[in-house]
């Protein structure tokens, strides 16, 4: 669970930009650490803990990719 509240952290901070937040959700979504925290999925993380919709975090994701690149 410490991990899951590092990126949590990071996430929240939102200091470290669109690459460190894309980064972080993809690795909760990869590594499946939401389940941690009871949900079910993904999707239902985004929007119940971030208020954040499928779509921009898969932006997101998909950001930190590309740099990644």
């Known amino acids: ?6 990126l949590e952290r990071i996430i929240e901070s939102g200091q470290s930009g669109f690459y460190q ?9 990869d590594e ?3 389940r941690e925290l009871l949900f079910d999925s993904f999707n239902a993380y985004l929007k119940n803990r971030w208020d954040m919709g499928r ?4 932006r ?3 950001a930190s990719r590309v740099i990644d690149n």
């Open 1 to 6: 669970m410490s991990r899951l509240l590092d």
């Open 21 to 29: 937040t894309g980064k972080s959700l993809r690795e909760v979504r």
């Open 32 to 34: 499946r650490l939401y």
């Open 55 to 58: 779509a921009q975090a898969y």
């Open 60 to 62: 997101l994701i998909e």
